[in-house]
Nanobody, 115 residues
Framework: QVKLVESGGGVVPPGGSLRLSCAAS????????MGWFRRSSGQGDELIAT???????YMKPSAKGRFFMGVTSDLEAVTLQMNDLKPEDTGDYYC?????????WGPGTRVTVSQ
C-alpha cells in the first residue's frame, strides 16, 4: 500500500517561503501524475499543482510565479516550493495522485501565513 507523508509546513509572515515535501516512492513518482491539494476552512479540496514524470503540468493561477512543484533527485518525494506566501495560502496541504483513484491520504502539513 502506498504511504504518503507530507512535511515542511509552518507559520510564516506574508511574503515568506516554505518548501513542502511529500515522501512517496520512486515507483509512485515515476508512474503517477501527482498533485498538491489544499484544504482550508470552509473550502473543499483545492488542486494547487500537478506534475507528471519530468514535467510540471498545472499550477493554480493564483500560485503561478510563486509556487513550483518538483521532485527530489532520488525520486522518492515530490516537493512544493512556496514563495511570496499570502494569507489566502493558509491551509492543510496534501499530496496524492492528481485524479482519482487516489492513494490513501497522508496526514498533511499545515501552512499558516500570518503576521
Amino acid at each position: 500500500q502506498v504511504k504518503l507523508v507530507e512535511s515542511g509546513g509552518g507559520v510564516v509572515p506574508p511574503g515568506g517561503s516554505l518548501r513542502l515535501s511529500c515522501a512517496a516512492s520512486a515507483a509512485v513518482v515515476k508512474t503517477s501524475t501527482m498533485g498538491w491539494f489544499r484544504r482550508s476552512s470552509g473550502q473543499g479540496d483545492e488542486l494547487i499543482a500537478t506534475r507528471s514524470w519530468g514535467t510540471s503540468m498545472y499550477m493554480k493561477p493564483s500560485a503561478k510565479g510563486r509556487f513550483f512543484m518538483g521532485v527530489t533527485s532520488d525520486l522518492e518525494a515530490v516537493t512544493l516550493q512556496m514563495n511570496d506566501l499570502k494569507p489566502e495560502d493558509t491551509g492543510d496541504y496534501y499530496c496524492n495522485t492528481a485524479s482519482e483513484p487516489h492513494f490513501h491520504w497522508g496526514p498533511g502539513t499545515r501552512v499558516t501565513v500570518s503576521q
